[in-house]
Structure formats: structure tokens, C-alpha cells
């Protein structure tokens, strides 16, 4: 990196730095970093040599691209690496530990009474991972409600996906997302939910996600996931045979460190339905185990 005296021009070509280093340890292109995030492969070059003039709502679908957090972007003059120790281990823990950790910072200590919320199990995946058809029979046979988020936004809203898309463009869907979780969560009732491929990249509702429910990734291999699709009729963004399967494989290679932050993950690869089954409800039952537990002592 080059020295210079001016702060800001030292400022870009240190996050310039930070972009460039976190796309490789993603084994990101700058090619498919620029078709997840929607933004130009000549700004994102730019960027990452320092000249670039950054807005920071770019900013932000850059690392969500990458399946970053937008401070880890940022460089900070002193670094404060006990607070980023935790502030990854609260990333990673459960409801029951986050309250946990609130209740000792709060000086309840080991006394404390609180019972986290908990609005059940969530599934994530990209599309054709099975999380309707398998979320449902999970549901039938823990005796939880089903619940398909994207059928909830069409229910609350009197449009389709399709339509609020067109309509209200992605950040428009975004926010339609996010009120209906707010109102699933509001019902305070165990639920199997099954979110949509792309909910992992909006970091506010990815994150109510974490935190209020016990996730699972539903995970496949990309031919298993676009055989499931055209199978359903369901070819978004998918219309030109020749790309269909790279834009796959670009999609779920740059959603994979998010995906990875979920609980559990269950493999469906080269799997049948019922096995697939089995092997979801196996994976879940000591969160369901202990949720009767706790439900039956009040």
C-alpha cells in the first residue's frame, strides 16, 4: 500500500486493502462478487485500489456479497480485538446464550429468571433445497405449525413475489420480508419456518433469524438444486439454459459463509425425500426435546 499523509486517501486504500483480502479468502472473483452485490465489476476494481468514491449502501452489498459484516470493512485506528472476540462469539450463539449473556452483563448473574424467546426451527438454503417440502413434514411430525415466509409476504401484501418485485423492486421485497417476520415472531408460537434462498443477504432479518430461531441449513449439491427448480416450474433467475447452471453455482458459492453460520446443517445430497426427512428430524430433536421440556415445567 502506498504511504501517503492525506487521512482519507489513506482511509480507501486501507479498506481497498480489507475488500481485496476478504474476496480472496472467499475465493471470490471480482467478476462474481460484482453479479451477487449489482454493482459494477469496473467499481469494485476501483474500490480495491483505493480510487474508489464509496457510498455506503454500496459499501454494505459489497460485504453482504461476501457474506461479511459491514464494520469488518471498515478500518479502525486502534484496533479492539477482546470486543471483536466477542462480538463473533455473540454471532455464533444460540437464543439461550445471548440471553444468558445479557443477564451477566446486566448483573443478573447466574439467578436470573429469563427465558429467551424462542419462535422455533428455521430452514435456509438456496432454492430447491427442499426447505417447503421437507419443512412441512418436520412440522407434522413435531406437532409445530408450518409456516412458508415468502406465502406469508403474498398473504399480508395481496401480491405475488413476482409482482412485489416488480413492483417494489428488491429493497421494497426486502422490507415486506422483514415486517412479515416481525409479525410471525409477534404471534409468539413454535413454528417450522421456510425462508427464502436469499434471505441470508439482508443482514437485519438474517439475524432476527438467528437469533430467534434454531437454524438449519438444507444443504445439496448445485445439479440436485436445479433439477428441484425446473421441477417446479420455477426458472427465476434462471430463463438462459447456457448460464443457468454457472449463476448457480455463483449464487450459492457466495451465499455458502452465510449459510454456514446457521446451527445445523443437513446434507440432502443424492438423498430421497423420506431419508432426507429422517435425517432433518434427527438433527433437531434435542432443541425440540428441550423445548418440551422447558414447556412442560411452565
Do not use: C
Not at 179 to 201: D, Y
Not at 230 to 251: F, T, V, Y
Amino acid at each position: 500500500m502506498t504511504e501517503t499523509s492525506d487521512p482519507e486517501i489513506g482511509f480507501l486504500e486501507q479498506l481497498g486493502q480489507r475488500v481485496r483480502t476478504m474476496r480472496a479468502l472467499r475465493g471470490m472473483s471480482r467478476k462474481v462478487l460484482a453479479r451477487v452485490s449489482g454493482i459494477s465489476e469496473r467499481y469494485i476494481a476501483q474500490l480495491e485500489s483505493g480510487k474508489g468514491n464509496v457510498s455506503i449502501v454500496l459499501l454494505r452489498r459489497v460485504s453482504t456479497a461476501m457474506g461479511a459484516h459491514l464494520e469488518d470493512l471498515i478500518p479502525a485506528g486502534d484496533p479492539a480485538p477482546d470486543w471483536q472476540v466477542i462480538r463473533d462469539l455473540l454471532r455464533k450463539a444460540t437464543p439461550a446464550q445471548i440471553a444468558q449473556a445479557k443477564d451477566a452483563l446486566a448483573g443478573h448473574g447466574a439467578t436470573a429468571q429469563h427465558r429467551p424467546s424462542f419462535a422455533g426451527i428455521a430452514l435456509i438454503g438456496l432454492r430447491g433445497a427442499g426447505k417447503s417440502t421437507l419443512g412441512k413434514i418436520l412440522a407434522a411430525r413435531i406437532g409445530w405449525n408450518f409456516v412458508e415466509l415468502n406465502k406469508e409476504i403474498e398473504r399480508q401484501n395481496g401480491l405475488s413475489v413476482a409482482e412485489i418485485i416488480a413492483l417494489y423492486g428488491q429493497e421494497g421485497f426486502r422490507r415486506m420480508e422483514q415486517n412479515a417476520l416481525k409479525q410471525l415472531l409477534a404471534r409468539k408460537e413454535l413454528m417450522v419456518l421456510a425462508t427464502g434462498g436469499g434471505i441470508v443477504s439482508e443482514p437485519l432479518t438474517f439475524d432476527q433469524i438467528l437469533s430467534s430461531f434454531h437454524t438449519v441449513w438444507l444443504k445439496a449439491e448445485p445439479e440436485e438444486h436445479m433439477a428441484r427448480v425446473r421441477k417446479q416450474g420455477d426458472l427465476r433467475p434462471m430463463a438462459d439454459d447456457r448460464s443457468a447452471m454457472a449463476e448457480l453455482r455463483n449464487i450459492l458459492l457466495s451465499r455458502e459463509p452465510l449459510y454456514a453460520r446457521a446451527a445445523a446443517v443437513v446434507d440432502t445430497a443424492g438423498l430421497t425425500v423420506d431419508a432426507a426427512a429422517t435425517q432433518l428430524v434427527e438433527a433437531v430433536r434435542p432443541v425440540v426435546q428441550e423445548e418440551t421440556r422447558l414447556a412442560a415445567r411452565g
